[in-house]
């Protein structure tokens, strides 16, 4: 299970230089505390207020898995084609993701397998291939069931296919400005193949509940 860091700093600003925290909403990277590594995944970077005239106040949200929660493995992208290759990625809870370091690596069409060697794989983590700009397809293979929020938001897909046997449950944030795809309304139309859903707020955390009883702890 993950761990929530949530921390406030006062940064000032110098004239018309808006500085911001250093990191940002979405970015995915590896700390080391006390020799141990851990993965995070920085949910929320946001502005606060002005604690005096040019003294900024912003609260960082970061969800963390200790090394023991968490595996790095990879999976293959343009499986088939002459530009195969194998990326790196991680896997969470179940929920597999890029780290932002890695994200020029997601060059066009990703297939999500249910297990990579010995890593089983549930569905994509929070941010998973946020702002893969070069990602352009992504499959989704049976028991994969959940996308998260903004899992593939800001990133170069143009097409996504779905298994035929298990539904895949997508947060309504996942494809947020994702350019290339058609526009379509996320809650009544299905331009895409496969079996899905789509929605958000408390219709998503209770399918989310009935998923993890039904499918994860199985």
Not at 6 to 34: A, F, M, N, V, W
Not at 66 to 81: A, K, M, P, R, S
Not at 167 to 178: E, I, S
């Amino acid at each position: 299970m993950s761990h929530i860091i949530s921390y406030t700093e006062e940064i000032e600003e110098h004239g018309y230089c808006q500085q911001r925290p250093d990191l940002h909403t979405g970015d995915k990277y590896l700390h080391e505390e006390e020799g141990k590594k851990r993965l995070r995944i920085v949910r929320s970077v946001r502005f606060d207020k002005y604690v005096w005239e040019n003294v900024a106040q912003w609260t960082t949200t970061i969800e963390e898995y200790f090394e023991e929660e968490y595996t790095l493995t990879t999976v293959l992208i343009n499986i088939g084609q002459p530009t195969q290759s194998a990326i790196p990625v991680f896997v969470a809870d179940g929920m597999m993701g890029v780290l932002t370091c890695d994200k020029d690596m997601v060059n066009g069409e990703l297939f999500i397998p249910s297990k990579r060697f010995n890593t089983v794989i549930k569905g994509v983590a929070p941010f998973g291939f946020f702002d893969c700009q070069k990602l352009t397809k992504v499959a989704f293979d049976a028991r994969v069931v959940v996308a998260y929020e903004f899992a593939f938001a800001k990133s170069g897909i143009e097409k996504m296919v779905f298994n035929e046997f298990v539904p895949v449950l997508v947060h309504f944030t996942a494809v947020d400005d994702c350019k290339n795809l058609p526009k379509f309304d996320r809650i009544f139309d299905k331009p895409f193949p496969g079996k899905y859903l789509i929605r958000g707020g408390e219709v998503f955390k209770q399918w989310e509940d009935d998923l993890r009883k039904s499918h994860f702890l199985a």
